[in-house]
């Protein structure tokens, strides 16, 4: 307004009964400002006066990571055009969750805009968007009556997604419940807080309506308990050194349901992170501190050692069967294969489990080294293998990975073999009932089933008869690769 001044807002406020943390100021990406406009003088005072400044159309608009940067909004709201089918999209997952990361740590609310179907409200909540609004929830409205506290639909639909509750229970044994200190209070109360609470060194804080909004560390003011100047500063009303507001460091939240997975690269995203903020629907839960997220790590890590498989050192049937759950609640598309190796008792028969031994480890460094590192690749047992991926954009790419790899390996297996037997193609060895006959050299077979997006929650629990079945389909074809899909 050309004839801002201060005073105006609060009044207003102030007549019409409304307290300032109900308010919300948002600025539209899709309105470019100018250098010479006065904005960010106007953000910058609102601020002061603890309003909420919200960033609108994030990432359509003109000015980006800089209005992002230059104003410290409280809320960033994420444009419709990055969440429309963001359940099939990876690319659009990929950017969201890179956005998404980088707000949180600097202590910044995020809120999806337009969401309109159960997928996509899914998909942003495994991304770890703090908040969503769209048709789903409810359709703009001008009349507050029809704005409820609680959408059953919504509930339901997360109750229905939940993922089991291990990792709610693991976070539940590391979590500190510290009693946080308040936005607005005075340095003075600080002090006293501290005293009372001498084991303490961070403290979340949070706002009016407990929601986090940083943290503050004890060191912070030691400077200033030390001298007589340094006190009368906390305790002066009209110093900036007395308010709490200004000494507060972000810090990224996470809801308590949220995975282990994302709380760990939450914290890994930040090397210097105390910790992690967790949240209960939006509230302030508890702490996680970094010595927890380490030792959650390290929990992690022996439970992936343990279910390793000893000869590959590549994850077994405990870690697939959890990577298959997860798909099941994702709803994303991916690839998943089953490989088996064609004619390996036989092989094993005739050059010894030495030799098996050296070929099943053979296979596994062909997986390793030629499947991407997003790939999950694991060892069933004996000479089955498993990979799955999300399929970004088409699944082309993961189908052209599976080919090269069954390619690979039975060229690079004929070098286990004699000189005669590669001349002749085979080799001569009982088969099941103990008689002799000829079996080709070493293969693999590829059983690949195609997940796209909405389908039924029950087919995680279908995934290994399929795959199995398909397995003697993929041995019959000249390519040794068998194709289905569910859609």
């Known amino acids: 307004m050309p004839d801002f001044s201060v005073g105006n807002t609060n009044a207003i406020l102030k007549r019409l009964g409304i307290k300032k943390e109900h308010i919300c100021f948002e600025i539209s990406e899709r309105h470019e400002i100018s250098e010479s406009t006065s904005i960010e003088k106007v953000i910058a005072h609102y601020k002061e006066e603890n309003f909420c400044i919200a960033i609108d159309d994030f990432g359509v608009g003109?000015?980006?990571?800089?209005?992002?940067?230059?104003?410290?909004?409280?809320?960033?709201?994420?444009?419709?055009?990055?969440?429309?089918?963001?359940?099939?999209?990876?690319?659009?997952?990929?950017?969201?969750?890179?956005?998404?990361?980088?707000a949180i740590q600097l202590g910044i609310q995020v809120i999806a805009e337009g969401v309109e179907t159960k997928a996509e409200l899914l998909t942003c909540k495994d991304i770890g968007c703090h908040l969503v609004q769209g048709y789903l929830i409810q359709y703009p409205t001008q009349d507050t009556d029809e704005i409820i506290e609680v959408y059953?639909?919504?509930?339901?639909?997360?109750?229905?997604?939940?993922?089991?509750?291990?990792?709610?229970?693991?976070?539940?044994?590391?979590?500190?419940?510290?009693?946080?200190?308040?936005?607005?209070?005075?340095?003075?109360?600080?002090?006293?807080?501290?005293?009372?609470?001498?084991?303490?060194?961070?403290?979340?804080?949070?706002?009016?309506?407990?929601?986090?909004?940083?943290?503050?560390?004890?060191?912070?003011?030691?400077?200033?308990?030390?001298?007589?100047?340094?006190?009368?500063?906390?305790?002066?009303?009209?110093?900036?050194?007395?308010?709490?507001?200004?000494?507060?460091?972000?810090?990224?939240?996470?809801?308590?349901?949220?995975?282990l997975e994302t709380i760990i690269e939450l914290f890994s995203n930040n090397p210097e992170s105390a910790g992690?903020?967790?949240?209960?629907?939006?509230?302030?839960?508890?702490?996680?501190?970094a010595r927890a997220i380490i030792s959650i790590m390290n929990e992690e890590n022996l439970i992936i050692a343990r279910d390793q498989n000893p000869l590959t050192k590549l994850p077994g049937n405990r870690m697939i069967q959890k990577y298959i759950s997860d798909v099941g609640m994702s709803n994303n598309p991916h690839m998943l294969c089953y490989f088996d190796l064609d004619n390996f008792k036989a092989f094993n028969d005739v050059y010894g489990f030495r030799n098996g031994d050296r070929v099943i480890q053979l296979f596994a460094d062909i997986m390793r080294k030629n499947l991407p590192s997003d790939f999950f690749k694991a060892h069933i047992g004996g000479d089955d293998f498993f990979a799955a991926n999300k399929i970004y954009e088409n699944s082309q790419t993961c189908l052209q990975n599976i080919k090269e790899v069954v390619a690979i390996f039975c060229e690079s297996v004929r070098e286990f073999y004699s000189q005669k037997d590669k001349e002749n193609?085979?080799?001569?060895?009982?088969?099941?009932?103990?008689?002799?006959?000829?079996?080709?050299?070493?293969?693999?077979?590829?059983?690949?089933?195609?997940?796209?997006?909405?389908?039924?929650?029950?087919?995680?629990?279908?995934?290994?008869?399929?795959?199995?079945?398909?397995?003697k389909v993929a041995k019959a074809e000249p390519q040794h690769i068998a194709i289905s899909s569910i859609i």
Request: proline letters at 4%; hydrophobic letters at 35%.
């Open 62 to 102: 003109y000015s980006g990571y800089k209005l992002l940067f230059d104003s410290t909004p409280d809320i960033i709201k994420i444009d419709r055009y990055f969440l429309q089918d963001i359940n099939t999209n990876m690319k659009k997952q990929l950017m969201l969750r890179s956005i998404t990361n980088l």
């Open 276 to 289: 992690i903020i967790i949240t209960k629907d939006s509230t302030y839960y508890g702490f996680l501190s």
């Open 425 to 471: 193609d085979y080799i001569l060895a009982k088969d099941r009932d103990g008689v002799q006959k000829k079996f080709p050299l070493l293969t693999v077979s590829a059983s690949i089933l195609i997940l796209e997006h909405e389908y039924s929650r029950d087919v995680p629990n279908k995934i290994g008869d399929i795959l199995a079945m398909q397995k």
């Open 152 to 259: 059953q639909n919504i509930i339901d639909i997360l109750d229905s997604s939940k993922r089991n509750t291990q990792n709610k229970s693991t976070l539940e044994k590391f979590i500190e419940k510290i009693k946080p200190l308040y936005k607005h209070q005075q340095m003075n109360a600080v002090v006293e807080y501290f005293k009372k609470n001498q084991t303490t060194q961070i403290t979340p804080v949070i706002n009016q309506l407990n929601e986090p909004v940083g943290i503050f560390y004890e060191n912070q003011i030691k400077e200033y308990l030390y001298s007589p100047y340094g006190i009368s500063l906390l305790h002066n009303d009209t110093s900036e050194k007395s308010k709490l507001k200004n000494f507060i460091i972000p810090c990224a939240n996470s809801d308590i349901n949220s995975s």
